[in-house]
Each structure stands twice: as structure tokens, then as C-alpha cells.
């Protein structure tokens, strides 16, 4: 089956400690990407990757890191988590050239929250 | 950054009535897209509808794009309890590969 897929679902965890976000598409996507959701905020881009290696800022990029070492894999890092980070995390992928061409594909929601 | 903005922000109906949805937006597009998310969930895709197209269906769904007043909508037909979700427009703007968000549309659906 198709899919994107995030690890962990639900986390809680206290400020500073690094915690890693795994994201894994199986439909050889060139374009991922991460955005998180806020009440009230909608949706906002933190990263995006058009191909392997290649990772780009979105809007609100601080106080994250992404790496793109592998096609299907695109890891959120949150370094030193603060409260202000509590959110949900949505992963996307799409096919080559990204939105521009086509849909995002979504995984299911990661929950976090930082104490 | 640029981002759509739909209208109405929440909506309630009776199960069989149609529910439209409106977005906005403020600069040139090369594409428009509307997502459904139920509670909690990720977000499906539902219609993509390009700069240079007016109109698109698929199945009970009704998307409109003008681009003279940078605005879309978005019409469920004979809505059913199952399309309660909340509704987002999404845009592409030229010369930007990425994918802005409008803050979302709540649908309820009453059986």
C-alpha cells in the first residue's frame, strides 16, 4: 500500500532533549517535506527536500534540522526541544517537481509534546 | 508568506444539502489545491485545479477558480455525514515550489 509513514504518533518529552521524527515514503518520491499544525495557524512548511541531498527552508525553519540522505527517508530533528515546539507534525511527499506538478501525499500526524 | 484564505471559517448542515466553501488569495498562482483532513488526521487530497482551468469535478466535489479575482471555491454535493472535515485550500504561487495553506474550513454534516 502506498503510504507515508511517521514515527512516533504521540510523544511526550521536556525541553532540550533531542528527539528525531522519522518519515518514510514506499512511492519513490523525489519531493518531501514537513510542515507542522497550530490552532488558529493553519498549516506551515518547516522543510522541504526536491531530491536526495537537496533540502530547502520553509517558513518557519528555526529551531529544526532535516537531512535527506536517502530517497524514501526525511527525518525531522528537533535539537533541543522547547514548549513552543508542542505541535502536529505532518510529513509529505510527492512525485517529482513537487506541488508545482502535483498533489501531497500525507502521513498521519506526528503529536509532540515539550514540557 | 503568502496563503489562502477560505470563507466561511465553520459550517453546519443538514445531511443532503450542499456545502460551499470559498478561498482567497493574493498573488499570481500556478496551481490550486483543496485537502480534507478528518480530526486529527493527515490530509487528503482532493482536487488540483491549474492557473489556465476554470472548472473541475470529481465525484460529488465542484471546484471553481477565477483567477481575475484570485479566489476558488469548493462545493460538496448532497452532502453526507462522512464529508464532516475540515476544508483547506491550498496555492502554489509562480516561481515557488511550495504549498501554502489557508487556515481551514470546519464542516459539520448533521444526520
Known amino acids: 500500500e502506498a503510504q507515508v509513514t511517521q514515527n512516533p504518533r504521540y510523544l511526550i518529552t521536556v525541553t532540550g532533549k533531542k528527539l528525531t521524527v522519522t518519515c518514510s515514503q514506499n512511492?519513490?518520491?523525489?519531493?518531501m517535506s514537513w510542515y507542522r499544525q497550530d490552532p488558529g495557524l493553519g498549516l506551515r512548511q518547516i522543510y522541504y527536500s526536491m531530491n536526495v541531498e537537496v533540502t530547502d527552508k520553509g517558513d518557519v525553519p528555526e529551531g529544526y534540522k532535516v537531512s535527506r540522505k536517502e530517497k524514501r527517508n526525511f527525518p525531522l530533528i528537533l535539537e533541543s526541544p522547547s514548549p513552543n515546539q508542542t505541535s502536529l507534525y505532518f510529513c509529505?511527499?510527492?512525485?517529482?517537481?513537487?506541488?508545482?506538478?502535483?498533489?501531497?501525499?500525507f502521513g498521519e500526524g506526528s503529536r509532540l509534546t515539550v514540557l | 508568506s503568502q496563503q489562502g484564505e477560505e470563507d466561511p471559517q465553520a459550517l453546519s448542515i443538514q445531511e443532503g444539502e450542499n456545502a460551499t466553501m470559498n478561498c482567497s488569495y493574493k498573488t499570481s498562482i500556478n496551481n490550486l489545491q483543496w485537502y480534507r483532513q478528518n480530526s486529527g488526521r493527515g490530509l487528503v487530497h482532493l482536487i488540483l485545479?491549474?492557473?489556465?482551468?476554470r472548472e473541475k469535478h470529481s465525484g460529488r466535489l465542484r471546484v471553481t477558480l477565477d483567477t481575475s479575482k484570485k479566489s476558488s471555491s469548493l462545493l460538496i454535493t448532497a452532502s453526507r455525514a462522512a464529508d464532516t472535515a475540515s476544508y483547506f485550500c491550498?496555492?502554489?504561487?509562480?516561481?515557488?515550489?511550495?504549498?501554502?495553506f489557508g487556515k481551514g474550513n470546519q464542516v459539520v454534516v448533521i444526520p
Open positions: 485545479i491549474r492557473s489556465n482551468e
Open positions: 491550498a496555492t502554489v504561487f509562480y516561481g515557488n515550489n511550495r504549498l501554502a
Open positions: 512511492m519513490n518520491h523525489e519531493y
Open positions: 509529505a511527499s510527492s512525485f517529482a517537481g513537487g506541488p508545482g506538478t502535483g498533489e501531497l501525499f
